[in-house]
């Protein structure tokens, strides 16, 4: 069964979160500031105090094309691994657009539907956001304008093809269409992108056009509230309860939208599992970035959030895994790991590989490079149980397929694919950047 309803933690929690804070007066910001790129709904569910918010008719009937999603038991990678753990998966790579993504931008598009919006921008890194929220446009008759940061753009051409086969218009990022994407082509001819940089450029073209609006895939409270279908419905579907779940965190949407429910059941004393997000060890944003005031984008043009994060200077190297090279994180989850409600850990780029590839000899489905993250801690943690004789229940989200990443997987194959290690050094330089 579907859920009819989003669970919003907020009210929840022991601690409210801190405010968002305007660029210029440093003072919290209020639904008139955020008017401008937001419709009025999406505002008021950022700073929602209701537990449960209602998921639209007309939202339930576009999720239908593919949810419930599917809970499966990995029996096969855990006769593999020889493990007395057992080991159970969400997939959401059964939606149209291969990803969580779609469940926040089906929402996002009505809601702005509903309002009178016309056109929708955004950024988008690996493609994923920008096929999920291109399609949610067409489901509504939104007019949808993607900035795709440049190497992704360059290494993923079919990404951008699905875009254009549901109707957006994409650009390469940095563009010379806007001014902050001028202003860095200026300085570097050939820059590769960031998605901070393709935020400003998004933002910018939003805020400067009538009836259009911008819509973000990740960070934001409500993108995380309406990802909470993956738990919900996890919940309804598990057998037993979970003592670990893991999940890889980005901007933390989908790591979010499988725990939230979960949380709200331990937050009540019913159950006690360890809960974990897997981040790449290029872009650690929880484990070795700042919790501090930061803008989400490069050019300063987005509120300042109070998050975990690696400056919005920091460029990530590139690693397969666009989805999770993002400077920051979502300021909600960053409130959540500094009261102690859950751990993080880092793995590099080659162990994912290789639990990717396993899983998909096992299991059969090839899985997106950001979730082989939590696939390799996950795979870590049942090795654990084998060792200890354990027999934990682990839960994991499997987020994405990874059809388009094929290429990234024949250099894993091939032996072409190296590990960076990020030095102190870099993300101090980037951390120096940070606004006072
Ligand atoms: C976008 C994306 C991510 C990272 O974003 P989160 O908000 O952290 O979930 C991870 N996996 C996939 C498949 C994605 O498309």
Redo the contacts with the bound molecule.
């Keep these: 069964m579907i859920p009819s309803n989003w669970y919003n933690i907020v009210p929840d929690l022991p601690v409210p979160p801190p405010p968002p804070l305007h660029p210029a007066t440093r003072e919290p910001i209020g639904p008139d500031d955020l008017a401008p790129l937001f419709p009025m709904e999406l505002i008021r569910q950022e700073v929602s105090q209701e537990r449960f918010v209602p998921i639209p008719q007309e939202v339930l009937d576009v999720y239908r094309l593919w949810r419930p999603t599917p809970l499966m038991r990995a029996r096969n990678l855990e006769k593999s691994l020889g493990t007395p753990a057992r080991i159970y998966y969400k997939y959401?790579?059964v939606s149209p657009?291969?990803?969580?993504?779609p469940n926040t931008a089906v929402p996002q598009a009505y809601y702005n539907a509903r309002e009178g919006v016309r056109r929708l921008t955004t950024e988008t890194?690996?493609g994923?956001?920008g096929s999920?929220l291109a399609f949610a446009c067409a489901q509504f008759g939104l007019e949808c304008e993607i900035w795709m940061v440049r190497a992704s753009y360059d290494q993923k051409p079919y990404r951008s093809a699905l875009m254009r086969v549901y109707g957006a218009s994409v650009h390469a990022s940095p563009s010379s269409v806007t001014q902050s994407g001028s202003k860095v082509l200026a300085e570097h001819p050939d820059s590769p992108g960031s998605l901070g940089i393709a935020i400003s450029e998004a933002v910018e073209a939003a805020a400067s056009a009538d009836n259009t609006r911008y819509a973000l895939?990740?960070?934001l409270n409500h993108?995380?509230m309406h990802?909470t279908v993956i738990g919900e419905e996890a919940l309804a579907q598990l057998e037993e309860m979970p003592d670990v779940i893991v999940?890889?965190?980005?901007?933390?949407?989908?790591?979010?939208?499988l725990v939230f429910p979960f949380l709200r059941l331990k937050l009540a004393g019913e159950i006690d599992p360890v809960i974990r997000a897997v981040e790449p060890a290029a872009c650690p944003s929880f484990t070795r970035g700042r919790y501090a005031y930061d803008f989400g984008d490069t050019a300063g043009l987005t509120p300042l959030m109070k998050m975990h994060t690696l400056g919005h200077d920091f460029v990530p190297d590139p690693i397969h895994?666009?989805?999770?090279r993002?400077h920051g994180m979502?300021p909600l989850l960053s409130h959540m790991y500094e009261l102690g409600m859950f751990e993080a850990v880092t793995r590099s780029q080659t162990e994912c590989f290789e639990a990717g590839v396993r899983f998909a000899r096992t299991e059969g489905i090839l899985p997106?490079?950001?979730?082989t993250h939590a696939l390799a801690e996950t795979i870590a943690e049942a090795l654990r149980c084998k060792e200890s004789g354990e027999e934990k229940v682990i839960l994991t989200a499997l987020?994405?397929?990874g059809h388009f990443d094929l290429a990234a997987y024949e250099r894993y194959l091939s032996g072409e694919m190296e590990d960076f290690t990020l030095p102190q050094e870099r993300i101090d330089e980037a951390l120096s950047g940070l606004p006072a």
């Design positions: 959401e790579g657009a291969g990803s969580h993504k890194g690996a994923q956001w999920s895939g990740s960070v993108v995380l990802q999940g890889c965190t980005g901007g933390g949407s989908n790591f979010a939208g895994a666009g989805g999770l993002y979502s997106a490079p950001e979730p987020c994405g397929h």
